[in-house]
């Protein structure tokens, strides 16, 4: 057998799963999808002394609206992301970073507070939390906290969360009709963790960019948000010229590596391609939020 | 060391079994090891080639990055399962007409994918079904025989009766 030795728990409510945690510290480890655990678990990378399965756990898996938020549980599958009406209705952008995650049987496991929680900078859903503003919810025998996307990530695996919290909900913010978004990724085959993942928002009034949010991953150790970028575009009118200098723009703020699947060169020269395609294709679909 | 295992009920091909099992052994091992059922294989053992792709309760997934002891109570279904009354599945008759298989190592868990595929897409393009199969590696077809294959049963599992079809 691949693993080392563990225990597994099975807790049937949140409050088991809680106090477990906190009782094995980081002895234990959370399993959900196990899309990325266990492979670094058949690998040996990772030797846990427990494991504490969340799978049993009803109401940890549900996608909601409340007031102007999408409410999703942790451990909601991807497939669940992108096949629902709500998602597809109200924040498109994270049922298209969901449907790119992997292949059908890695999405049909794969939970969004796995993916975040794991925190790889080459993941998609963690581009599409910060380009729509969401929040993420932790959950501990001390309580709940709560953290803005950009105060969730700190860099490779690594984020705001304590060993004994569980992320236990994502809040997404609903996107107005009138704004446009775009999201795409750049792989070398149909299914692969991307190279480059691009996220745009773009809201447009009386000709005017009056609302711009631009995140790529894949790329830097850390994803972030291009704030320069964003705040060049802001005030300003919608123009092929204006996407071009912005995407050429956005090249300063990355720091490509090369390695087996890609020269550093060739990443950071998509960057701009990418940046531009997506400034564009967010301006011509402004409107078509939920249609 | 003493090995720590969990009792465990599971149903497999319709079969239901009771067993103990090591807590760390994987879904794809238990199947082949406990229960003789070596027509799941194993390739990677990090999800990454698509061999060990099977059913779980009407989702096909990779067994390798699932414990056994966490499909306590699932209903599952096996490459040995899709046969019927001596009666091959319409996937597996069309794999063999159209060469969709040489030496056999990927096979099963392609044909599980792949009517996993047609059953969120029934009538595909040939590219819908180059990526909905993109996630199965196959290291000798070149993979047209296998494309074919999947095109091919598209119909004939549309036509199957409901009850006939294996999900
Ligand atoms: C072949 C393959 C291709 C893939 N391709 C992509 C891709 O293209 N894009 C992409 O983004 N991802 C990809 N992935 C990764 C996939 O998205 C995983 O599903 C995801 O990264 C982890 O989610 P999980 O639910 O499987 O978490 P698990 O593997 O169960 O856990 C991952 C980590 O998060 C922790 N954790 C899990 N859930 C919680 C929780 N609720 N609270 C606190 N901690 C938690 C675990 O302790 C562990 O450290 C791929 C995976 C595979 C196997
Ligand atoms: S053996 Fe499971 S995906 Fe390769
Ligand atoms: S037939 Fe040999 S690997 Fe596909």
């Known amino acids: ?291 | 060391m003493q090995e720590n295992t969990h009792t465990m009920n599971i149903t497999v091909n319709g079969v239901n079994y009771e067993k103990e099992v090591p807590v760390r052994k994987l879904l794809s091992d238990f199947l082949r090891e406990d229960l003789g059922l070596t027509g799941t294989h194993v390739g990677c053992e990090h999800g990454v080639c698509g061999a060990c792709t099977l059913f779980v309760n009407g989702e096909a997934i990779r067994s390798c990055l699932m414990f056994a002891i966490q499909a306590d109570g699932a209903d599952v279904t096996t490459i040995e399962g899709l046969e019927r009354n001596g009666e091959l599945h319409p996937m597996q008759e069309s794999f063999s007409e159209c060469h969709g298989l040489q030496c056999g190592f990927c096979t099963p868990g392609m044909m599980m994918a792949a009517i996993d595929f047609l059953k969120h897409n029934p009538n595909p393009t040939e590219q819908e079904v180059k990526e909905g199969m993109s996630g199965n590696i196959c290291r000798c077809t070149g993979y047209k025989g296998i494309v074919d294959s999947v095109l091919k049963a598209a119909p004939l599992i549309s036509k199957l009766e409901t009850k006939s079809k294996v999900f």
Not at chain 1, 17 to 42: C, F, R, Y
Request: contains cysteine; proline residues 4%.
């Open chain 1, 1 to 291: 057998m691949k693993p080392s030795s563990f225990e597994m728990y099975t807790p049937n409510n949140i409050e088991d799963a809680l106090s477990l945690l906190d009782k094995h510290g980081d002895e234990a480890k959370i399993i959900t999808g196990g899309q990325s655990l266990v492979p670094t678990i058949n690998m040996r990378l990772a030797t846990p002394k427990s494991l504490i399965d969340l799978n049993r756990i009803d109401g940890l898996r549900y996608i909601k609206k409340e007031d102007n938020k999408i409410l999703i549980g942790g451990v909601t599958r991807h497939h669940d992301l992108e096949t629902s009406s709500l998602i597809k209705e109200h924040c498109p952008l994270l049922g298209l970073a969901a449907g790119c995650i992997g292949h059908l049987a890695i999405r049909y496991r794969g939970t969004i507070g796995g993916s975040l929680a794991h925190a790889d900078p080459a993941a998609t859903l963690p581009v599409a939390l910060l380009t729509l503003d969401g929040k993420v919810k932790t959950t501990s025998v001390n309580g709940v906290r709560e953290f803005d996307a950009e105060e969730f990530f700190y860099g490779i695996f690594t984020t705001a969360m304590e060993e004994n919290e569980i992320l236990t909900e994502v809040e997404i913010p609903i996107v107005p009709k009138e704004a446009g978004y775009s999201f795409s990724t750049l792989t070398r085959i149909h299914g692969d963790f991307p190279l480059l993942a691009v996220g745009v928002l773009m809201e447009v009034e009386e000709e005017k960019i009056v609302k711009a949010r631009l995140t790529v991953g894949g790329i830097n150790p850390l994803t972030e948000r291009i704030v320069d970028v964003e705040e060049m575009l802001i005030g300003k009118k919608p123009s092929d010229e204006l996407f071009y200098e912005a995407a050429q723009s956005s090249k300063d703020f990355m720091e490509p590596e090369s390695d087996i699947s890609a020269s550093a060169e060739y990443r950071l020269h998509m960057v701009g391609v990418y940046v531009e395609e997506a400034l564009k294709n967010a301006w011509q679909n402004i409107g078509k939020v939920g249609n």
